[in-house]
């Protein structure tokens, strides 16, 4: 069974930093690319970036692009997303999904089957 487990949301500054953890199991996870999402109240889930399974390519939205940083431990089947420079509007829960046979920028929810629970960011101004 897939799964998928997102921590290292929080409550933080704009401006400040937080590192979102997303640990996973089940499937061979350097088989797979992973990719992370938001969705903030009474708006769709969007694409933040994603991680290709083979050589570490990376996909960035725009509007975190400069900001965020996603990395992979394979040896720890684990995802990152390093999140500097804060801002309100990135007050969202953080899902992060795998299963995705392509890397797009943004990524996008429809290519991917498998999800984690999320984690709560939240920015205060």
């Known amino acids: 069974e897939v799964q998928l487990v997102e921590s290292g949301g929080g409550l933080v500054q704009a401006g400040g930093s937080l590192r979102l953890s997303c640990a996973a199991s089940g499937f061979t996870f350097d088989d797979h690319a992973i990719g992370w999402f938001r969705q903030a109240p009474g708006k769709e889930r969007e694409g933040v970036s994603c991680?290709?399974?083979?050589?570490?390519?990376?996909r960035y939205a725009d509007s975190v692009k400069g900001r965020f940083a996603i990395s992979r431990d394979n040896a720890k089947n684990t995802v990152y997303l390093q999140m500097n420079s804060l801002k309100p509007e990135d007050t969202a829960v953080y899902y992060c999904?795998?299963?995705?046979?392509?890397?797009?920028?943004?990524?996008?929810?429809?290519?991917?089957?498998?999800w984690g629970q999320g984690t709560q960011v939240t920015v205060s101004s």
């Open positions: 999904a795998t299963g995705s046979s392509t890397l797009q920028q943004p990524p996008r929810t429809q290519d991917y089957p498998y």
């Open positions: 991680i290709s399974s083979s050589d570490g390519s990376t």
